[in-house]
């Protein structure tokens, strides 16, 4: 394999593997913080249960997502320097900018959440939890925003002396389209990753009559939250969608298998590609709903993958510019079903919980744990096509992948690090579910007073 | 030389960052690499890792800040140093993660066999970032070989280069004067018998880990060939150090903890002045070496990050500080298992 194959191998594995705990860390913060804001109102001591309960696992997950983020951080000068130097007037501003206001704001803070509970007064210690989620939220915006240039590069100039792109506007990269797609769309998903955690775990223990009281305020609870991120994923879909059309109209064209241009461009169900030829098989479509999705509009015309081709060579010169259709074509609709089925999931669940007949329904619980799958496979497919989609560019129109790897990395290097990352994660990730699994069907523990939740916190 | 310019306040600025890492998580690597030392039962090995259980992730956090300041201020420093020190990256990274997860996880189940792997990760995770980045530092100071590659500053050395043994002298070095804070810091932060050993080992340590800094100083000097009267920052880290044996021979270990973090602080201010204005001197090609200058970013890019600095700095010094305040008391067994007694 080529040296940049296997970097672009591990820049997936590990952003995937790192983005299988960022949505949790982001999401169950905010929760967290939640629970123990009602706390602290209320002083009902269930939310202060639950707080220490679903917040243990938020720490175990918490810390793979730190680690992994370091790596994030130094594989763009390792493995990508020539993209780093393209791209580093622009792209390091928000990176180092992220970790001055919020790692240090999440880090910082989760010390003094952890094993501040008797050493700070209840509201500064509700703060800390506050800032926790402040803090991952920050940093989900100002990661977003040097990623949405890869995507959409927006205020620079190219300096024809130094062949890279330059900062003309920052105004103008923080007010990216791309970026204020993808960042409410990455928190609600984040929001319904973790509110899947919450009715997952609860309905492991309902189905096996544990702890009642507990897990059903934590199931409605997860419930109202999944309900509320998994519609406001829908919605900032539908902008993302929209906003894809405009600036990466093969985007949506590979992910619809659109290969010519249709007006009214209908959406398509299921359909089996002949790539070569650049035809379809078989297509089942409803008509008109593509127009609808990508345009807010029932006649729009939505442009195909051929006409494209032929529209990019002409702009950048002669190329493949057509990504892995039939990757992003399936990783959307695995992603976009798994998103209406969690509406669907929090949906019946709240009707159950309002029916008062929540109890009765095992097979609700046996399919509600298995759909703690759903969000993560949605964030994992959603990336795919975010990134893949956008090939054979890393910066979309300026920058090919191929041009950006590293030179003074052999590929034999980058074959060791792939191997160690790999494998260390794999371990980690193992210790990591046994711990996730073994405290959360352990359950909470009979509620404590801040001092006894002070040494079981500590490490 | 006009040094009143953006690119000369970032340099300025990288540098603090590295102090900042290299005192705080100095303290933390130190902490690490002596766990099993200073420890005889699970409870004292909770001790140890307690005293820098709420801090150790913030401490961390300067190392990427100087990243990310390193990539946004001076693109071609980052990309050429990252792409060109892989894998002594590759191995920093491998340690930093096990140690991270290490400390969250090592107490969360109650097997010894689980409990020992842990910390054997804390120990190694701790044991290889506080070597490889004076080995690090040394070469950059040294100069490595850059050279131009299609327009492109690019490191042609290959991993052995960098294990030099001028820098392998770096790497003891800043393993020594970790190691010396860490076991410091924890003085200041148990009581008992931890507290008892470590005070024992700082007395067997002091002079050896002072040794090997010392060494490593009057390498530099004599092989850079800044002469024999050197300036005033090296010349208080040399008191610094000095006096760390004997503030530590007469129990006054608060004073000796300022002097190792002192030291560490005046040591990197010295490397960088070294260094400026080069940020990564080439070895065999004088004109690929990179400066502030050549590996800047533009003039726009880094007034938007001043403002950003100036702004925020202040507010992150003052949270962090407060954290180490509220944490001031020192750890016990009795701390973390109230009930024991």
């Known amino acids: 394999m080529s040296s940049v194959l296997l970097a672009r191998w591990q820049f997936g594995i590990t952003t995937i593997y790192h983005f299988l705990f960022v949505p949790l860390t982001i999401g169950l913060a905010f929760l967290l913080a939640v629970m123990q804001t009602i706390y602290y109102r209320t002083g009902n001591p269930q939310y202060r249960r639950m707080t220490k309960f679903w917040g243990k696992l938020f720490l175990i997950n918490f810390a793979l997502g730190v680690v992994t983020g370091i790596v994030q951080e130094f594989q763009f000068g390792m493995n990508w320097s020539t993209y780093s130097r393209f791209v580093g007037d622009i792209f390091g501003a928000p990176l180092a900018i992220e970790g001055l206001l919020a790692f240090f704001l999440e880090s910082v803070f989760i010390g003094l959440w952890i094993f501040g509970w008797d050493r700070l007064s209840p509201k500064v210690h509700l703060l800390s939890i506050w800032m926790v989620a402040l803090g991952t939220s920050i940093s989900a915006f100002w990661i977003l925003a040097a990623g949405s240039f890869m995507q959409n590069p927006v205020g620079y100039t190219l300096n024809s002396t130094t062949g890279r792109a330059e900062l003309d506007s920052f105004g103008a990269v923080l007010t990216n389209v791309s970026l204020w797609a993808h960042f409410p769309h990455t928190l609600s998903a984040s929001l319904t990753t973790s509110a899947a955690?919450?009715?997952?775990?609860?309905?492991?223990?309902?189905?096996?009559?544990?702890?009642?009281?507990?897990?059903?305020?934590?199931?409605?609870?997860?419930?109202?939250?999944?309900?509320?991120?998994?519609?406001?994923?829908?919605?900032?879909?539908?902008?993302?969608?929209?906003?894809?059309?405009?600036?990466?109209?093969?985007?949506?064209?590979?992910?619809?298998?659109?290969?010519?241009?249709?007006?009214?461009?209908?959406?398509?169900?299921?359909?089996?590609?002949?790539?070569?030829?650049?035809?379809?098989?078989?297509?089942?479509?409803?008509?008109?709903?593509?127009?609808?999705?990508?345009?807010?509009?029932?006649?729009?015309?939505?442009?195909?993958?051929?006409?494209?081709?032929?529209?990019?060579?002409?702009?950048?010169?002669?190329?493949?510019?057509?990504?892995?259709?039939?990757?992003?074509?399936?990783?959307?609709?695995?992603?976009?079903?798994?998103?209406?089925?969690?509406?669907?999931?929090?949906?019946?669940?709240?009707?159950?919980?309002?029916?008062?007949?929540?109890?009765?329904?095992?097979?609700?619980?046996?399919?509600?744990?298995?759909?703690?799958?759903?969000?993560?496979?949605?964030?994992?497919?959603?990336?795919?096509?975010?990134?893949?989609?956008?090939?054979?560019?890393?910066?979309y129109g300026l920058l090919k992948t191929d041009d950006a790897a590293s030179v003074a990395v052999s590929s034999g290097e980058v074959l060791t690090t792939l191997i160690g990352f790999t494998l260390l994660y794999g371990v980690l990730a193992f210790a990591d579910f046994y711990l996730m699994a073994k405290y959360a069907k352990a359950g909470p523990d009979p509620d404590m007073d801040e001092a006894q939740i002070a040494a079981s916190m500590a490490y | 030389m006009d040094i009143w310019n953006l690119n000369t306040l970032w340099f300025a600025l990288i540098a603090v960052l590295w102090v900042g890492y290299f005192f705080l998580e100095g303290f933390d690597f130190g902490v690490g690499m002596l766990l099993p030392f200073v420890s005889d039962d699970d409870l004292d090995r909770r001790v140890v890792i307690n005293t820098i259980g709420p801090v150790w992730d913030g401490n961390e956090v300067w190392l990427l800040v100087a990243g990310g300041a390193t990539f946004a201020a001076f693109p071609e420093w980052y990309a050429t140093l990252f792409s060109g020190f892989y894998l002594p990256l590759f191995l920093i990274l491998i340690a930093l993660i096990i140690r991270g997860v290490a400390f969250e996880f090592?107490?969360?189940?109650?097997?010894?066999?689980?409990?020992?792997?842990?910390?054997?990760?804390?120990?190694?995770?701790?044991?290889?970032?506080?070597?490889?980045?004076?080995?690090?530092?040394?070469?950059?100071?040294?100069?490595?070989?850059?050279?131009?590659?299609?327009?492109?500053?690019?490191?042609?050395?290959?991993?052995?280069?960098?294990?030099?043994?001028?820098?392998?002298?770096g790497g003891l070095a800043?393993?020594?004067?970790?190691?010396?804070?860490?076991?410091?810091?924890?003085?200041?932060?148990?009581?008992?018998?931890?507290?008892?050993?470590?005070?024992?080992?700082?007395?067997?340590?002091?002079?050896?880990?002072?040794?090997?800094?010392?060494a490593f100083m009057v390498w530099t000097y004599v092989d850079l060939g800044e002469g024999l009267i050197p300036g005033l920052l090296p010349l208080l880290a040399v008191v610094g150090l000095v006096a760390i044996p004997y503030l530590a021979l007469a129990k006054k270990n608060g004073w000796a903890f300022m002097a190792t973090g002192g030291a560490i602080a005046l040591i990197v201010a010295t490397l960088f002045i070294i260094l400026y204005p080069n940020v990564l001197p080439s070895s065999v090609d004088a004109a690929a070496s990179l400066d502030v200058y050549n590996a800047a970013s533009t003039n726009l890019t880094l007034k938007v990050m001043t403002v950003v600095a100036v702004i925020f700095t202040p507010l992150v010094l003052v949270y962090q500080s407060w954290t180490y305040w509220v944490f001031r008391k020192r750890i016990g067994r009795e701390t973390l298992s109230p009930a024991s007694h």
Do not use: C
């Open chain 1, 197 to 395: 955690l919450l009715v997952a775990v609860s309905a492991w223990h309902l189905l096996r009559n544990r702890d009642e009281d507990f897990f059903v305020t934590s199931a409605r609870f997860g419930m109202t939250f999944l309900l509320i991120g998994a519609l406001a994923v829908a919605f900032t879909g539908h902008t993302m969608g929209q906003v894809m059309t405009d600036v990466q109209p093969m985007k949506m064209a590979s992910a619809e298998a659109l290969w010519e241009t249709e007006q009214p461009a209908g959406f398509s169900l299921f359909a089996i590609g002949d790539i070569e030829n650049g035809r379809n098989h078989v297509n089942i479509q409803v008509p008109k709903v593509l127009s609808l999705l990508a345009a807010n509009n029932l006649s729009a015309e939505v442009k195909g993958i051929n006409p494209l081709q032929a529209e990019m060579e002409a702009k950048y010169g002669p190329g493949n510019y057509i990504p892995n259709v039939g990757l992003i074509y399936w990783t959307f609709r695995i992603m976009v079903g798994a998103g209406f089925a969690m509406i669907g999931l929090a949906l019946y669940g709240l009707y159950l919980i309002r029916k008062k007949k929540l109890m009765k329904f095992a097979w609700y619980h046996k399919i509600a744990l298995w759909a703690l799958a759903l969000p993560f496979i949605a964030n994992a497919t959603g990336w795919v096509m975010t990134e893949m989609g956008r090939q054979p560019f890393v910066v």
């Open chain 2, 106 to 169: 090592r107490s969360k189940e109650d097997s010894a066999r689980w409990r020992a792997t842990w910390d054997w990760a804390i120990v190694i995770g701790s044991f290889l970032p506080a070597l490889l980045w004076g080995v690090a530092f040394a070469n950059i100071l040294r100069g490595v070989p850059i050279e131009m590659v299609n327009g492109y500053h690019e490191y042609t050395g290959g991993f052995w280069n960098l294990l030099n043994p001028y820098a392998l002298v």
């Open chain 2, 174 to 214: 800043s393993l020594s004067l970790f190691l010396l804070h860490g076991a410091l810091f924890l003085s200041l932060k148990t009581e008992g018998t931890v507290k008892d050993r470590v005070d024992a080992l700082i007395r067997r340590l002091a002079w050896p880990a002072v040794g090997l800094v010392l």
